[in-house]
């Protein structure tokens, strides 16, 4: 009997971002990074392995991938192979629980299932710590979607030291996110590629190193202290300075499009009317929105005058994987 398991990760958005390699064989980042997990957006994978499987099988949303896709998933399931000693090919199913064209289907909620999923099927029983560091090198914002509520990814220094943990979970305050799904654009640049790039050829990168550990400081106290305003004037800053790095890259590139700067403009002005929200960006067009859940309604009013509703989606803090064996 071949055992089929499944398991339902969270997507994360990183308030302190990782935007960086110092390994990229081990998938170790330049600095640390602090995310929340969101309860809205997740993935649902299933693993068997099969004696008659000639190659891994990849189900994406209920179509098979093509090989040049199911790649970087194949050689996932190669370093489960090799740590568990299975021998057999992989039927893989994913769904992704993200609304329609989203463009929040992240990498993040993707391999901490697959992870958490593929061990499992394959006989190993990790702790959250050792899938923490296994969904890593798949990649690596999923380091941190092993977890529920408010995560840090510690930089590390070699695999067993790079991996993520708990800050605050459950979540016992009012802070949420309001994500402005933006019209989907071919995306200029992968993460990994655009922050290879950034790495080798900005000339602001030491810099962001060293503010970024001193913001994984500030951040934790923010955290810590339940204060919104602190968190989300250190993750806007902290996004910003993410985003100049591409800016200052060789050649420049950004993710931005008219939309995006009509909704951080937004943000500003609504914040300069006395509330309470900040905005945060990852590797492509979309906004999200920090904010308490008071004040939800009232954002989402001010944004009607761009956006269509369904094109802002509020989240809360998320819970961590679970897993199912059937
Ligand atoms: C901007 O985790 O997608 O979302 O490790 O190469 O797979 P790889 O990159 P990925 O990069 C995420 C970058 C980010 C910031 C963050 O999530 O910390």
């Known amino acids: 009997m071949n055992t089929t ?6 997507t994360n958005i990183a308030l302190v971002k990782y935007w960086g ?6 998938m170790l980042p ?8 969101l309860d809205h957006f997740y993935t649902e994978t299933s693993v068997t392995f099969d004696d008659q499987l000639a190659h891994d099988q990849i189900y994406f949303n209920d179509q098979l991938l093509q090989p040049a896709k199911a790649q970087r998933i194949s050689q996932f399931l190669d370093l489960i192979r090799q740590r568990s000693g299975q021998t057999h090919f992989a039927r893989v199913t994913t769904g992704n629980h993200v609304p329609t064209s989203a463009g929040l289907a992240s990498s993040a909620s993707g391999f901490a299932a697959l992870a958490a999923a593929g061990s499992r099927a394959a006989g190993m029983h990790l702790d959250l710590t050792d899938l923490s560091r296994l969904a890593r090198r798949g990649s690596g914002s999923a380091t941190r979607s092993i977890f529920g509520g408010f995560v840090e990814w510690h930089a590390g220094h070699d695999d067993q030291s790079s991996y993520a943990e708990v800050l605050q979970d459950p979540v016992d305050w009012d802070v949420q996110m309001i994500a402005v799904v933006l019209k989907a654009t071919k995306k ?4 990994t590629d655009g922050m290879a790039r950034v790495v080798a050829t900005s000339p602001y990168y030491p810099a962001w190193v060293q503010t970024a550990n001193h913001d994984l400081d500030r951040m934790r106290h923010a955290i810590a ?3 919104l305003h602190a968190l989300g004037m250190i993750a806007e800053t902290n996004a910003m300075r993410m985003h100049a790095l591409n800016l200052s890259a060789d050649p ?10 009509t909704a951080i403009q937004a943000v500003t002005d609504l914040r300069a009317n006395g509330v309470n929200c900040y905005y945060t960006l990852d590797a492509g067009p979309n906004v999200k ?3 308490a859940g008071h004040d ?3 954002i989402k009013a001010a944004l009607a005058k761009h956006f269509a509703p369904e094109q802002l989606i509020v989240a809360k803090p998320g819970p961590g994987i679970t897993i199912t064996e059937a």
């Open 5 to 10: 398991v499944t398991a339902k990760a969270h």
């Open 21 to 26: 390699k110092k390994d990229p064989q081990l």
């Open 30 to 37: 330049q600095n640390g990074s602090i995310s929340l997990t």
């Open 188 to 191: 200029p640049i992968s993460s």
């Open 225 to 227: 202290a339940k204060d």
């Open 252 to 261: 420049a590139f950004n993710y931005f499009t008219a939309d995006t700067l």
């Open 289 to 291: 929105i920090i904010c």
């Open 296 to 298: 939800t309604a009232v």
